[in-house]
């Protein structure tokens, strides 16, 4: 089963914008991980958060976490043509190694 | 350093058959999990193999079954196809020893029943 929800399902935006995407969970986890999906490809990892930590960033990529309201947000700075993709949201539950997914953003950076 | 393996990329089958897909880990991993991702869903996680045994196993059916080998590879088998079972399978490859790490997904097989 998903995990939870990830809002926008779509979002289109020009290059050099930010792109924000939310993603909500159910259950008590080890840690949150956000990976992007080119069509038709596997999974690339992006960046993983820990439950302990709040905000975390690599390169153009800011991730928060908020326990409290299981919650998280994937900010991708100044957008790229080359970002268009899928990106999803996924949990590793405590006391377990799997990872669960939610169902996705559609990101669409016009040139 | 090769990554993640899957073969064959893409298959075609008909109801009721049986198929075996394949997975190579990235080198130094030794857990392999599996995961079926629909056509617009995020991917659901099918079942988890370490030490050549079933681990961990998702919300799916028992004609999903696997192995793995003690070179670390690992098949998916799945019996009695049905048209739902039309997917993008994908594996990924982790180490047990190091925890809060990512996993290192291939591209998939793109399995189609028809």
């Known amino acids: 089963s998903q995990q939870g929800e990830e809002d926008p399902q779509a979002l289109s935006i020009q290059e050099g914008e930010n792109a924000t995407m939310n993603c909500s969970y159910k259950t008590s986890i080890n840690n949150l991980q956000w990976y992007r999906q080119n069509s038709g490809r596997g999974l690339v990892h992006l960046i993983l958060i820990r439950s302990n930590e709040r905000e975390k960033h690599s390169g153009r990529l800011r991730v928060t976490l908020d326990t409290s309201k299981k919650s998280s947000s994937l900010l991708i700075t100044a957008s790229r043509a080359a970002d268009t993709a899928s990106y999803f949201c996924a949990t590793v539950d405590t006391g377990r190694r799997a990872l669960t997914f939610g169902s996705g953003t559609r990101l669409q950076v016009q040139p | 350093d090769a990554g993640v393996t899957q073969s064959p990329t893409h298959l075609i089958k008909t109801r009721g058959q049986q198929v075996t897909l394949r997975c190579s880990p990235k080198s130094g991993h030794d857990t392999v999990s599996w995961y079926q991702q629909a056509l617009g869903q995020g991917p659901q996680f099918i079942f988890q193999y370490y030490e050549e045994e079933e681990r961990q196993r998702g919300n799916f059916p028992d004609r999903f079954s696997g192995h793995q080998f003690p070179n670390y590879s690992s098949e998916l088998n799945v019996n009695a196809l049905l048209l739902g079972d039309s997917a993008l399978y994908l594996c990924?490859?982790?180490?047990?020893?190091?925890?809060?790490?990512?996993?290192?997904f291939g591209d998939g097989t793109r399995l189609s029943i028809l």
């Open positions: 990924a490859s982790s180490s047990q020893l190091v925890g809060n790490q990512p996993q290192h």
